[in-house]
């Protein structure tokens, strides 16, 4: 299953300038009032929107990524075990 890539927008991470110190990882470069607006648009997970940096296919560039990944709850799983349990239970001829 292929989900679309959703990026990030009005707000660019650079590679930092050549003659930058080695600390310097890159530039984070914002937009800001359109940044903002983008931002209280977006479906958050407990109020954060994450992204992720990447490597795009020109290695001299970056990218951001929203990363929307949601673990899945165990919830779940857990009635279907406990389901599977009482059916059992059920079957048993004592």
């Known amino acids: 299953m292929t989900e679309e890539k959703k990026f990030a927008k009005f707000i660019y991470f650079n590679q930092p300038h050549p003659k930058a110190p080695v600390w310097v990882l890159g530039q984070v470069v914002i937009k800001k009032e359109e940044f903002v607006t983008w931002l209280m648009s977006q479906d958050t997970i407990k109020g954060y929107v994450k992204l992720d940096v990447k490597q795009a296919k020109d290695p001299a560039k970056a990218y951001l990524e929203i990363n929307d990944y ?21 079957d048993l001829p004592f």
Do not use: F, L
């Open 70 to 90: 949601v673990k899945p709850t165990t919830e779940n799983n857990s009635d279907v075990a406990d389901n599977a349990t009482t059916q059992q239970d059920d």
